[in-house]
């Protein structure tokens, strides 16, 4: 089944970036094997950031992709604080939106300058995450997101749940193009969907049903990768 699922989910990608490069609105191209960040991306960020569930956030997780820079800059413009995950997950860096000054914010936005301009811990305390921005390749409009294949967001967000940074309730929210709202992404069980799906034409709120995943699902990973992923050697050492 799941064999099956993951061929229809690698058909869909192609498919996805096919249409972007075709219509000329990824950048780069081409962008095959990447969370594509495409034009009008500011645009779609924007109609978040006029929302309440927005405004009223003060700490807002987001994982490194492009396509989110926008709303990764909005975050620390308005004095929130930015949540994201070290490279080689091997920790965290949270940057306060309040210490960054308006013309460094975009620098400071950046995987990158956030590791410039924040501080690192290898997790974090006394944080409780609003707001989670998720890079997609594709979603539907049941909640149903497809990433790049890597499974990075997914452990992503199983790390959040496991460290007790966010919970069922906590929303997920992902930037696309309309080109990347399709008609159905299969789900597995440890798949990560979304509560919000903002482009530049519409502001979505879905209600799938989809359950997301609790924590880390440690009979699907290896102890390859508990070796190499320092945060969840943490992790794994507390089982």
Known sequence: MSSAVNALKARIREEVWSALDANRVASPRPSKGRIPTFAGARTAALKLVRKDLFREAEVVFSSPDLSL???????????KTLVMVSPGFSGFVIVNGAEIPGHRAAVAATPRGALTFGRRVK???DIEVDLILAGSVAV???GGRLGRGDGQQDMEYAILRELK???EQTPVITTVHDLQVVSEVPMLYHDL???YITTPTAFLKVSSGYKKPAGIIWDIVSMETVEKLPLLKILYGSV
Do not use: Y
């Not at 990764?72 to 308005?78: F, I, N, Y």
């Open 165 to 167: 940074l966010v919970d």
């Open 140 to 142: 539907d409009r049941r």
């Open 193 to 195: 969907p979304v509560d």
């Open 123 to 125: 997790v974090p305390e």
């Open 69 to 79: 820079q926008p709303i990764r800059e909005e975050v620390l413009k308005t004095g």
